[in-house]
């Protein structure tokens, strides 16, 4: 038992070890300014965002992408739940999203910065503006596509309105939703980095473009891998997640696999 | 037996239904008359492509006749029904899947604003009737098919209905297990005393089950022949399968349906 | 299955609601009304909103403004050259993540073994945001399109490595199982059984990723400041031009639209021979 776990985590582990010790090698004699060593990042990275930057920057980045996040979600599945359920406001709304789903969201920032300033609402109003469209996309597509079976059987066992939605439309809808949830995180986490890039005093986006127009270069890699062991939590967490809401239909897929 | 007990529970009058596309009309359904008393179990039986799924769909509500009317407990048929309950083949899909069977078996009744203990009363009793009282916080999918339809049937059986409808329940699930459940069919409707309408295309299965028979023709159907099945209760899959009646009227429905095979109804449809 | 469904017309009217017209014509015909009713009522709001005062007209011009200072930059050759910046820098990045995608799909989908031992690795780096590579390719370089490309490229990859990923686990095991039992080659199961299933996903990818794609050049050419449509942006917005920049970002959008139309029109016609255009992957 104990040796099949320390076998999994052994495969899970091989590749990344392997690679990180290549490349603390191949770095480790670096004299190139702008690539330094592997282990001096490391040190960086230590002293400043196991440190006092956490609080700092770290924690305000990930208010606001919350804040900004949460508001996508609530609003995306409210509004895409009901373009989804009502056949022509559907029709008459495809063109539109479309086109409001294709432009870049970054477009809007200056817009932004002009009309809202550079405060924590801009930045909000960015993510929100940026996250929704996959998440009110799919919760269309979600809401858009139910078996014709299980509407039947609400149909003759009276089950309506509100109900229906709650106990019918949304938890079949939820797979799709979810995948437009993730697409909305990632989305939403770059829309943070960038807005803070632009404009602001603190934040992950902030403290990066800091450090690279000062030419701390450790630093920058520093603040760089940070953002990626963010990325990848925020990810892991998000998973989990998933697997809650979601064990209904990883089990019912999984057995419909085997067979 | 009151004049309320023998009247119809379900009275479906000169039902006809028709499909028009860009190029034809067709009707699925000529002219379809034929009561069905509290406490019957009646069965209809018909050759593929009888309409006997039309006639399902209008029955319970989903299909707006093109002519004709159906009335159930009274009243004319413009939506579902609050007095039926349907039970559909493909039981996989009629149950939901992120919800436990007990939620499944529980949820029309909550719909119905049924206070919480007799909820309970009611779906611990039609588990139980199923024999599934085990399995009542598994997840559909879960279980095998033959389960998953006895899931369905005890929902249904759990709501009360008037009427009782299933669409060929058991043509998805293996020999052995249709065996099972046509007696635990059986059982119920003695049980509790349902009113059961019993579609199928297995003729053996409609005499077995049914206390009549009801033979549908091809399309445009109507009904062909009424047959009453007055084999002896109670019946068994061992007995009464072999009783000479039974060779009977198996006989007596086979041939119904092969002459309805073979003549195509008075040919109202085909319009061009 | 239930007999009944032969039967023809009822498998189709027996659907969730009661046929609503007989009539199957309209239905097309309605619903690209709608459209067209959608996008009309957007005109209609963009219009009248800084008009009335509902918008400050400053910070947000009116529909025709946008358009009429479109029709003008439109005449302009440095317009169009920000146009071919972007289209070159969007293409360059989605051939070469393409390419290395389905590489790399094939190696590590083909190698037994090789998806477990690489799992945790494309797990760890997938949901790290290309925008972190930002500072990397300042360093690199600078302001040049190159940035763009290694950005693009980045993201781009890794939702076509993914989708091939997905496809290569879609392989129907009786396929596979039946290759094997005729002693197929490698290059003859690739070729007959992995590809065709592999396809759709492969499209579902690439399209994905070339909506990322634009979305990514536009974002380097803003944030680095390389040439493009998004440079044109910075450009309009810092000289107070708020006309001009809304007909940057319209121009912007509308690409993104030509392009996902273009890609949805590829798929079908490239994958009308495909017996189950699967819904793979489901994203949008």
Request: hydrophobic letters at 35%.
């Given at each position: 038992m104990i040796a099949s776990i320390l076998r999994k985590l052994g495969v899970e582990l091989a590749l990344p070890l392997i690679l990180f010790g290549l490349l603390y090698a191949l770095s480790?004699?670096?004299?190139n300014f702008f690539f330094p060593p592997l282990a001096t990042v490391l040190e960086k990275f230590n002293s400043l965002w196991l440190g006092p930057r956490f609080v700092s920057d770290v924690v305000p980045s990930l208010l606001r992408l919350l804040a900004g996040y949460a508001m996508a979600c609530v609003l995306g599945v409210a509004i895409g739940t009901v373009i989804g359920i009502c056949a022509p406001l559907r029709r008459a709304a495809e063109p539109v999203l479309e086109f409001f789903r294709a432009i870049?969201?970054?477009?809007m920032i200056p817009l932004l910065i002009v009309s809202m300033g550079f405060g924590n609402t801009m930045k909000i109003t960015v993510i929100v503006a940026g996250a929704i469209w996959p998440i009110l996309l799919n919760t269309v597509e979600g809401v858009k596509a139910v078996d014709s079976v299980l509407d039947e059987t609400c149909r003759t066992y009276q089950i309506k309105g509100a109900a229906r939605l709650w106990h019918f439309i949304l938890p079949s809808a939820s797979p799709q939703i979810i995948v437009g949830m993730r697409l909305g995180l990632s989305i939403g986490i770059v829309l943070m980095v960038i807005s803070e890039m632009f404009a602001?005093?603190?934040?992950l986006g902030a403290a990066i473009i800091y450090f690279q127009r000062s030419y701390e270069i450790p630093q920058m890699w520093s603040g760089v891998l940070m953002l990626g062991l963010f990325g990848f939590v925020l990810s892991m967490v998000f998973r989990l997640f998933e697997r809650y809401l979601l064990a209904w239909y990883h089990g019912a897929r999984d057995l419909e696999r085997q067979n | 037996m009151t004049g309320v007990e023998t009247a119809a529970v379900v009275s479906v009058q000169n039902l006809n239904k028709a499909y028009e596309s860009k190029e034809r009309r067709v009707e699925a359904i000529g002219d379809l008359s034929f009561d069905v008393r509290h406490g019957d179990f009646t069965c209809i039986v018909g050759p593929s492509g009888a309409g006997k799924t039309t006639l399902l769909k209008c029955l319970a509500g989903l299909l707006a006749p093109t002519r004709g009317s159906i009335r159930v407990n009274g009243h004319a048929v413009t939506?579902?029904?609050?007095?039926m309950a349907i039970v559909f083949q493909e039981y996989g899909r009629s149950?939901?899947?992120?919800?436990?069977v007990r939620e499944n078996v529980e949820l029309p009744l909550r719909e119905r604003k049924i206070p919480k203990a007799e909820r309970q009363r009611l779906v611990d009793s039609a588990l139980e009737a199923v024999s599934l009282a085990n399995s009542?916080?598994?997840?559909?999918?879960?279980?095998s098919g033959g389960m998953q339809q006895r899931v369905a049937i005890a929902r249904a059986v759990a709501y009360q209905p008037k009427v009782m409808v299933l669409d060929e329940?058991?043509?998805?699930?293996?020999a052995q297990t249709r065996a099972d459940l046509e007696d635990l069919m059986l059982r119920l409707w003695g049980e509790f005393d349902l009113t059961v309408i019993f579609v199928t295309h297995d003729i053996d299965e409609a005499v077995y089950l049914g206390q009549r028979v009801l033979v549908l023709s091809s399309?445009?159907?109507?009904?062909l022949d009424d047959v009453p099945v007055d084999l002896?209760?109670?019946?068994?899959?061992?007995q009464t399968r072999i009783e000479p009646g039974f060779a009977e009227l198996r006989t007596r429905v086979y041939r119904g349906i092969q002459l309805a095979k073979k003549a195509k109804g008075p040919s109202e449809g085909a319009h061009s | 299955m239930s007999a009944s469904n032969e039967f023809v017309g009822e498998a189709r009217a027996v659907?969730?609601?009661?046929?609503?017209?007989?009539?199957?014509?309209?239905a097309g015909v309605a619903s690209w009304f709608g459209g067209v009713a959608g996008l009309l009522v957007l005109a209609v709001l963009w219009e009248a909103a800084p008009r009335v005062g509902l918008l400050d007209a400053k910070f947000f011009p009116a529909l025709s403004a946008v358009l009429a200072k479109l029709a003008v930059i439109g005449a302009t050759s440095e317009f169009w050259g920000f146009v071919a910046s972007t289209v070159r820098t969007w293409m360059l990045g989605l051939v070469i993540a393409t390419g290395s995608g389905v590489v790399m799909g094939l190696v590590i989908g083909l190698t037994p073994g090789a998806r477990k031992y690489t799992h945790s690795t494309i797990e760890f780096l997938r949901?790290?945001?290309?925008?972190?590579?930002i500072p990397g390719v300042i360093l690199l370089f600078?302001?040049?399109?190159q940035s763009g490309v290694v950005l693009i490229t980045y993201a781009a990859f890794w939702q076509v490595l993914l989708q091939m990923l997905y496809g290569l686990n879609d392989i129907d095991s009786v396929a596979r199982d039946t290759a094997r039992s005729f002693r197929f080659s490698r290059a003859a199961y690739v070729r007959h059984v992995a590809w065709p299933t592999l396809l759709p996903f492969l499209f579902t990818g690439v399209r994905l990723a070339a909506a990322m794609a634009l979305v990514l050049a536009v974002t380097a050419e803003m944030?680095?400041?390389?040439?493009?449509v998004g440079r044109g942006i910075m450009v309009a917005q810092a000289s107070n031009a708020a006309a001009e920049a809304y007909a940057y970002v319209l121009v912007a959008g509308l690409m993104g639209v030509a392009i996902n139309i273009a890609a949805r029109a590829l798929e079908r016609r490239l994958l009308r021979w495909h017996p189950s255009v699967r819904n793979a992957g489901g994203a949008r």
């Open positions: 480790a004699s670096s004299t870049p969201p970054v477009a602001a005093l603190d934040g | 939506s579902p029904p609050e007095e149950l939901f899947p992120w919800k436990t009542a916080d598994s997840y559909p999918w879960q279980l329940p058991f043509a998805a699930v293996d399309s445009p159907t109507r009904v002896p209760e109670p019946r068994t899959q061992a | 659907s969730r609601h009661a046929p609503r017209s007989h009539s199957f014509g309209w949901p790290i945001p290309s925008v972190a590579l600078g302001s040049r399109y944030v680095i400041g390389s040439q493009g």
